[in-house]
């Protein structure tokens, strides 16, 4: 464990995180609602530093990134917490583990360590990702600042529900970040997720501002996150704040997986091609279907002359682009090598 980073100390022995926005005021012997940070006689510790729970290496596109270094592979790493609840997690396991005072698990590593086993396997980038790695914030931020010394990328997963601090913190050693914009309403951020929409659409806009190289995923869940005005308001959010050249994958859910809503069926591939023309028609330029292998809208399409780029079926890549170019027009495909 770790001295937190971004905590005010209160009155009578209570801290406040300033971590998310949350911001939790943290009373003695207690945890905030990540699970993972406690106020141990008036200080915060991060109890996840240095416990990683999942280390893995994985295809970059797994994240999703197809614009960032594609067809690589990069290290993913994650340790227990999580400050969302979300009812539809795949990583409840390990995302709801330590909640409210279990025991933090993970394995013993250190952000050296880490650095090192990136380099071994001649990865090129580090990946912060299955749960929120703003939890993990002092152990990323170590692991960060060395990978960026040794020549790695730095890579997060995140849902986006950051403070303005900690965001700072780490924007000096971050190149892409792919933010979760899960709804865009925010009642569905309350219920489902337990946080709020403003704090993501805000984090989305100063990555952006800051040169990090930014993707969007929204899960589509039946019922839930699928309809067109949803659809229009994050495709209309993404060309006006972030721009039309950042990519947006629109995922398919998968009630099996998930952590509370197994009553729900799995989203359609007609949903998921109408928020996909969705976008397309409000004008970005790359629009990506997810987690349905095979279909057409998970290739890179040249938006000016309609020729395949990248080919993509599940996570086996073929590039065709001449160093992120069009192999027929020569148009600039916003590709990261
Ligand atoms: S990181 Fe955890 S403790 Fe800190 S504000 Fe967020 S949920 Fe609360």
Partial sequence: MKEAYLYKKLPGEKVQCQNCPHFCIILPGKRGICGVRENIDGKLYA????????????????????????????????????????????????????????????????????????????????????????????????????????????????????????????????????????????????????????????????????????????????????????????????????????PWHISQFSGAISWKLQHLPDTSAETLEKAYKIGKKVGLKYVYTGNIPGLPSENTICPKCGAVAINRMNYIIHRHDKNGRCPSCGEDLDIID
């Avoid at 997720?193 to 984090?203: A, E, K, M, N």
């Fill in 47 to 246: 109890l996840n530093y240095g416990k990683a729970i999942a280390v893995n290496i994985d295809p970059i596109e797994k994240k999703p990134f197809f614009h960032f270094l594609p067809g690589s592979y990069s290290l993913s790493i994650a340790t227990v917490g999580c400050n969302f609840i979300c009812a539809n997690c795949q990583n409840y396991s390990i995302s709801q583990a330590p909640k409210p005072d279990k025991p933090v698990l993970g394995e013993d590593l250190s952000p050296e360590e880490i650095v090192k086993m990136a380099l071994e396997n001649n990865l090129p980038s580090i990946s912060y990702t299955y749960v929120e790695p703003t939890i993990f914030l002092e152990y990323a931020l170590d692991m960060m600042k060395l990978a960026k010394k040794a020549g790695l990328k730095n890579c997060f997963v995140s849902n986006g529900f950051m403070s303005e601090e900690s965001a700072k913190l780490i924007i000096p050693y971050l190149d892409a970040n792919n933010i979760d914009i899960k709804s865009f309403d925010d009642k569905f951020y309350r219920e489902n997720c337990g946080g709020r929409l403003q704090p993501v659409l805000d984090t989305a806009k100063l990555m952006k501002k800051s040169g990090v190289w930014v993707e969007i995923t929204t899960l589509v869940i039946p019922t839930l996150s699928d309809s067109e005005e949803i659809f229009r308001g994050i495709a209309k959010f993404i060309y006006e704040e972030l721009g039309p050249e950042t």
